[in-house]
């Protein structure tokens, strides 16, 4: 019997309620059908815990938990405040002891607990990032736009779009602390804004919105409490020829770990890399038109055969069937619509 799958999509919710929608997903035609929905507000970013478990998701009023059942559907178990500013971004740490949640707006990092029931407990930390950027028309302070651990659950990089780089924090897994230990330097007016890494935990990928590259870092550990990172590649997300004014708007990795996919607003545009599975080195396989209006994630189906679009100015989900080997991508379904749509996540049935 086939696996299945659900789709958990976040949305914003500007004149609707229904801020995460839940789709099956069919994985042989590469597309979706609606499932339920949950009413939250503002749901920007979404994830679920290591445990696979739970989702946690952003709302107006901090952070909603939810229960997943065997069908995928969410079933909500708490919320708590996070003390600031509406997040843009949270994951947990991969023994699911801790919810980070991180700030655009205020530049704070919360530190939050999580229950042995996956519901949340209360703050433990707060960091807020100081300093300066370099580009006066936005990013002049801390915008903290990401926050994830290691994977070997030592060290939490928090990067800052506003003053162009990623902290890093040691975290104390007894109290939650965060401890600064280091920063990784990206060039100024780069706008550093989302990661992933690579599974076996030695690579990571820096996704920078305002000149549309990846950053590609070497991780090791010197000594106990002192991290590496060594840069060992910058590879562009946009073709030679492409529109101005355009941002690198989210990075996403297959299932697999074997390619990394990156969404270029303005140009409208998806980007889609092999990673080299010994160097961690990526190469291009082709950079496409996702037919709609700012891309804000994009994603491969869990079998790399089909990409979903989330267009957030063209409200739609956009659907493609993937060639690697020829590098082509074939639109291969109707549009679906769905309102401003931010972030997906693929989740298989039945753990």
């Keep these: 019997m086939a696996d299945k799958y659900v789709a958990y999509v976040s949305c914003y919710t500007h004149g609707n309620k229904d801020g995460i929608k839940i789709y099956d997903v069919d994985m042989k035609n590469g597309s979706f059908k609606e499932k339920s929905s949950i009413q939250v507000s503002n749901s920007s970013y979404i994830t679920i815990s290591h445990n696979e478990k739970h989702l946690y998701s952003i709302t107006d009023f901090g952070v909603e938990a939810y229960d997943i059942q065997p069908d995928g559907m969410l079933t909500v178990s708490s919320a708590a405040s996070i003390n600031g500013m509406r997040g843009c971004y949270l994951s947990t740490d991969y023994e699911d002891k801790f919810l980070f949640v991180a700030g655009y707006h205020d530049g704070k990092i919360t530190v939050l607990s999580i229950n042995e029931d996956g519901s949340l407990g209360p703050i433990v930390d707060e960091v807020y990032h100081k300093g300066i950027g370099t580009i006066a028309d936005r990013n002049f302070r801390p915008h903290v736009t990401c926050v994830k651990m290691t994977r070997d659950n030592k060290y939490l990089l928090a990067a800052d779009l506003g003053v162009d780089h990623v902290k890093v924090y040691e975290l104390d897994h007894t109290t ?176």
């Design 176 to 351: 939650g602390k965060l401890r600064m230990v280091d920063i990784i330097h990206s060039e100024q007016y780069s706008g550093p804004r989302h990661l992933k890494i690579s599974k076996d935990g030695q690579y990571i990928y820096i996704i920078h919105e305002a000149k549309c590259y990846v950053d590609v870092y070497k991780y090791t550990e010197k000594s106990p409490g002192v991290p590496q990172f060594d840069k060992i590649q910058n590879v562009l997300t946009l073709n030679e020829y492409h529109a101005g004014d355009s941002a690198a708007s989210g990075i996403d990795i297959s299932d697999d770990y074997k390619y990394i996919t990156c969404s270029n607003a303005g140009d409208n545009s998806v980007s889609m890399f092999e990673i080299n599975q010994k160097t961690g080195k990526l190469s291009k396989v082709f950079c496409l038109p996702i037919s709609g209006s700012y891309p804000k994630d994009t994603a491969l189906f869990p079998d790399n055969k089909h990409l979903v679009s989330l267009n957030h100015e063209s409200n739609t989900m956009t659907f493609f069937k993937v060639n690697v080997k020829d590098k082509t991508l074939v639109m291969n379904t109707k549009a679906l619509n769905i309102s401003l749509p931010n972030c997906i996540i693929f989740y298989k049935c039945g753990k």
